[in-house]
């Protein structure tokens, strides 16, 4: 997997330039470190690796076989990673956030998985959103665009969810975050777009 340091700006699909993410970081962050980029002192993985090391906001994207395939952002141990199918829109996300329970891990808390009906189609028929909780419990809702119904879903029993812990990543190493083969506690998600599809 490739890693760029630069954010995918999902409105317009295309990736930012890494100056412009920069100063959105100095921005977020209250740090200089753009000058020091625009002089060649440091470069946007200088900067990504400190923003890392004192838990401050940063921005990545992943590339698959040289196709755009995720992008992250991690900010003060939360981290959000957003899935990017063929037609270059997000179609599912993960939120991380910290856990208590157990030092250095983080619990994939919520999911959303928006599906589109064709291709070409830039807004989503319906999307899904899951919410587990560290005790066991799954609640989602169903958001219909095309029939403009909400339907809620509250699971009475309780699931093992041993699969939404991760380790909190050490710099430059993701792999595990973006993992589509999860262990989740019901089946939740359709299989990922075919991306080797003509």
């Known amino acids: ?12 699909k295309k990736l930012q330039t890494e100056a412009q993410l920069i100063g959105r970081l100095d921005l977020s ?8 980029y625009e002089t060649g002192a440091m470069t946007a993985e200088d900067i990504a690796r400190v923003n890392h090391t004192n838990g401050l906001h ?14 992250l952002v991690l900010k003060g141990g939360h981290i959000r990673a957003n899935f990017i199918d063929r037609a270059q829109r997000v ?3 993960y939120f991380f956030s910290p856990t208590e329970i ?6 994939l808390e919520e999911v959303w998985y928006y599906h589109f009906n064709t291709e070409s189609n830039e807004n989503e028929d319906y999307r ?9 419990h799954v609640n989602y809702r169903k958001y219909d665009e095309r029939h403009e119904k909400i339907h809620d879903y ?7 969810t041993d699969g939404l812990y991760e380790h909190y990543p050490e710099f430059g190493h ?7 083969e999860r262990n989740f506690p019901l089946d939740i998600v359709p299989s990922p777009p075919d991306r080797n599809k003509n």
């Open 102 to 107: 157990y030092a250095g891990k983080i619990f």
């Open 29 to 36: 962050n209250k740090t200089k470190y753009k000058k020091k």
């Open 174 to 180: 993701y792999e595990h975050l973006v993992s589509l």
């Open 1 to 12: 997997m490739e890693i760029k340091y630069q954010n995918y700006w999902a409105s317009v």
């Open 154 to 160: 509250v699971r009475s029993e309780i699931f093992v």
């Open 58 to 71: 940063y921005e990545l994207t992943l590339l698959k076989e040289n196709q755009l395939f995720c992008y």
């Open 128 to 136: 899904l959103h899951f919410v587990f909780d560290q005790k066991g």
């Open 91 to 93: 179609y599912l996300s």
